[in-house]
């Protein structure tokens, strides 16, 4: 018998997946928020005015359409769009002398967020004279000097409030960003303005009265943004020298984290915090803004997105597609609800680890991941986000919301309490488990913080074969998106685990073997230790977070000198190579859930009757990288023939006494490995007495083939591994499966100076068998099958891809179920 009927009939499968719910707040359907999103721009855009404005009221027409405009361009409408298109005609006929009525500086600021998200090398000019006119028009002098108000009153004059303010802020921010800037004393004036209003971290209409949630919003983003464009970071730069690890200016950090902290007591997804029921589309924006500027997931206990996004949706008005109420009518409520949900649209780039709550030692650079996500942004030409979490608190599904964990700092990250350190040692192994990517680096020639990381990575992967080496100079680390000078190489280290180096360290200059030079730089000069480090590196460099911490992304007319900049470029580039390693440029969105799936190891004295049991072989070459390879194979042979089946995955050593009563076997691995002489006794035995072994090379990994192979001469002397030609019935329909003909097979392409791409070649299937008495007992694969089944793809992975890793795995498992 060869059907599926037959597999239905006598066979069940059971996966132990053991998946961890999601907390209640998480619990949103990704589907019916991007339809709602999508019900919302509909709505809008059937709102939209024939000249392609929106609003009636003269007096802030502009104002309406700006903002309407801005929440359709965030939610994904492309500049292309024939909305935004009207809508650009309009707005471009209204210079900030043309609009009327007294909300000009709402206006002017909206107008300006649009023409730089929308076509801002075609707008710089209106974006300029916009940006000129909102410098002209903030307050010069008296208490409210930094300040906005309204911009009908005169310009300059003493008139000022936090939401005014506000959008000045945002509109200014969003001008450097597309390369128009404002003179220096624009942002100084406005963060004195900002730490002058507020009242122990919180903020009301012109002071400290009439305190609220969206006041308070306000003022944390703004004060931020204004802190980060004038005042001293983490770093600086005078002539050719770099100074990393400064003590950042302690003013504005101090008020915006008691801003934080307020918000973190108070936050409601309900309702505008002391604001009486009123303002609560706009609170919900403000709130976005803070989310975004500071990175922050939680405020608090809360994960204010998810939570927010849950309200909104219980919100919708008549119809499901828009919002109204306190005040705030559609054209107000409803695009800044969608300004709101549009974060969770944008792919997540990467986490900052907090592993520290009363100091700064994780964060002396506190700029440095939004700088380099900004960079990356332009790279990719795609909007990212980023996120901070502390890992204490959160969840495993909290982590993998993430594709890669940073990690930094001058402090030993491990807790001295042994019990706080076992459980995140066990949530950092199941991140890596699960696909997962941790980047570390140790600030400046500290060596606290290295020794508490290797300890930690001797904790997460206690396994021999784990641990860090100096990735040599064909990584991709130096060339995966731009190609990093040969002069601008600095020891990087890393851990192969799973289907890629998932494990990127930066480690910091050995004081034992610092020689100082007294050269312009003032950069200290060493020997490696051959031990730890043996890659002979000419100069020591300050830390990639020093360099994106001082990076300039904005051209001001004020250029670092060109030792400086050399090494910021190189600094930007090789975290740019890191995140496109580790992610290969796949990102999913906040709105995605995760679900960990940890399979446990067992060892059972006897197997279920009426069950095919999977056995996963150990061995030291790496037999866990891909724990979910055979789960996923498994839940799309489920898929594929209907059968409401399940599979047991244990992890299976040749010599224990019950190996015959896993009649298939699957193997992988990416290091090398050797069996013992009874390992190999007992593998021969097995497949000999109907046995099926199924194999892969993790990335076609050159060292795991070479072992599997020699170890096959030693356990088959008498019947080589060959290759299975492309008529056998393996690749036919003969067992229920595919007519395999031709396979997807994918690799990076490295041209000199260039960055790394993929490519995908249309060839036969290329596998090789042992047969025993007319059977193959054995099928191996030299390229991945484990990965792409995992749905990882790693640029320098040599594998099939996902569907034909699928064929191929399945037509393997229906020919072993023939044979068994």
């Known amino acids: 018998m060869n059907n599926t009927s037959y597999l239905i009939s006598h066979f069940s499968f059971l996966i132990f997946l053991t998946v961890i719910p999601l907390q209640a707040a998480e619990d949103i359907d990704p589907r019916e928020v991007n339809n709602l999103i999508d019900r919302a721009v509909m709505f809008l855009k059937g709102k939209q005015n024939r000249d392609g404005s929106w609003g009636t009221n003269d007096g802030q027409i502009v104002g309406y359409t700006s903002l309407n405009a801005l929440a359709l361009l965030s939610s994904g409408t492309t500049p292309q769009d024939p909305a935004i298109q009207k809508a650009l005609a309009y707005l471009r006929k209204y210079p900030p002398e043309k609009i009327a009525g007294g ?70 921010y969003e001008a450097e960003r597309v390369g128009v800037t404002c003179e220096a004393s624009v942002w100084t004036d406005s963060k004195a303005y900002w730490e002058r209003t507020q009242s122990g971290g919180q903020w009301g209409y012109q002071g400290p009265t009439g305190i609220s949630g969206s006041r308070t919003c306000a003022g944390i983003a703004s004060l931020l943004i204004a802190s980060g464009m004038s005042e001293q970071g983490g770093a600086a730069v005078n002539g050719e020298n770099i100074h990393c690890c400064l003590d950042a200016a302690a003013a504005s950090a ?82 800044f609800a969608l300004l709101f949900l549009s974060k969770g649209r944008r792919p997540l780039l990467l986490s900052k680890i907090q592993y520290e709550i009363d100091d700064n030692s994780w964060n002396i650079h506190p700029q440095d991941i939004n700088q380099l996500t900004q960079f990356v942004e332009k790279q990719w030409k795609m909007d990212l986000t980023w996120q901070t979490v502390h890992w204490e608190h959160a969840t495993i599904e909290d982590l993998l919301q993430s594709p890669v964990l940073y990690l930094c700092g001058n402090k030993n990250p491990l807790p ?38 290797r300890s930690l990575m001797r904790k997460v992967l206690p396994e021999e074969e784990y641990e ?120 999913k969105t906040k709105l995605e859930k995760y679900e960990s799936v940890k399979i446990e190891p067992k060892v059972k004295q006897t197997v279920d009757r009426g069950f095919i049991s999977i056995g996963l072989l150990q061995h030291g070459g790496g037999s866990n990288c891909a724990p979910r390879a055979i789960p996923r ?60 072994l199924f194999v892969n090379s993790i990335c076609a990994s050159a060292a795991f083939t070479k072992s599997f192979e020699e170890e096959m001469k030693l356990v088959f002397p008498d019947e080589p591994l060959v290759l299975i030609p492309t008529d056998d019935p393996l690749y036919s329909e003969e067992y229920g499966g595919k007519n395999i003909e031709k396979v997807k097979l994918r690799s990076s392409q490295r041209t000199p100076g260039r960055k790394i791409e993929a490519s995908v070649l249309e060839l036969p299937p290329e596998l090789s068998g042992i047969r025993r008495e007319g059977r193959l007992g054995v099928i191996f694969s030299p390229y991945d099958i484990s990965c792409a089944l995992e749905k990882l793809n790693s640029m320098e992975c040599k594998g099939y891809s996902q569907e034909s890793a699928l064929d191929i795995g399945i037509n393997a498992l229906l020919y072993a179920m023939e044979h068994i």
């Open 416 to 453: 001295r309490d042994r019990n706080r350190a076992d459980k995140i040692v066990e949530k950092l192994r199941q991140y890596l488990d699960q696909g997962g990517f941790i980047f570390a680096e140790a600030y400046g020639d500290d060596e606290s913080f290295d020794d508490g990381f």
């Open 254 to 335: 101090t008020i915006i984290q008691q801003g934080l902290n307020w918000l973190g007591r108070e936050f409601s997804p309900a309702s505008n915090p002391r604001g009486h029921g009123s303002y609560y589309f706009y609170y919900m924006y403000g709130v976005e803004r803070v989310g975004r500027t500071t990175g922050h997931r939680f405020f608090g206990q809360h994960d204010w997105y998810r939570e927010g996004t849950k309200e909104l949706m219980r919100r919708t008005g008549v119809g499901g597609n828009s919002w109204e109420a306190g005040g705030e009518d559609a054209l107000l409520a409803t695009p």
């Open 633 to 692: 194979l498994m839940e799309a042979a489920v898929a594929r023939y209907g059968m409401p089946v399940s599979v047991q995955v244990e992890k299976i050593s040749l010599t224990q006494p019950n190996l015959s009563d896993y009649p298939i076997l699957f193997m992988h691995g990416r290091n090398a490995f050797r069996l013992t002489t009874t390992e190999r006794e007992a593998l021969r035995k097995y497949v000999d007495r109907g046995g099926f």
């Open 468 to 587: 860090l080496r100096l990735l040599d100079k064909d990584h991709p680390v130096w060339d995966a998106e731009i190609v990093v000078s040969p002069s601008q190489i600095r020891p990087i280290e890393g851990i192969d685990f799973g289907c890629q180096t998932s494990v990127i360290y930066c480690p910091p200059a050995p004081k034992e073997t610092r020689i100082v030079s007294q050269g312009p730089a003032e950069q200290a000069q060493y020997r490696p230790v051959a031990q730890r480090r043996p890659m002979p590196v000419s100069q020591y460099r300050p830390s990639l977070s020093c360099l994106w911490e001082i990076a300039r992304l904005v051209d001001r007319g004020d250029p670092y000198a060109k030792s400086v900049q050399d090494q910021i470029d190189a600094g930007l580039a090789i975290g740019c190579n890191i995140l496109a390693y580790a992610t290969d440029r796949e990102l």
């Open 103 to 172: 909300s000009r500086t709402y206006c002017v600021s909206l107008q300006t967020m649009v023409y730089c998200l929308a076509e801002p090398e075609r707008d710089k000019l209106l974006i300029r004279k916009n940006v000129d006119w909102l410098q002209q028009i903030q307050v010069k002098d008296g208490t409210n000097k930094g300040g906005w108000g309204y911009g009908d009153e005169g310009r300059g004059t003493g008139y000022a409030d936090v939401s005014c303010s506000q959008f000045a802020v945002l509109a200014l």
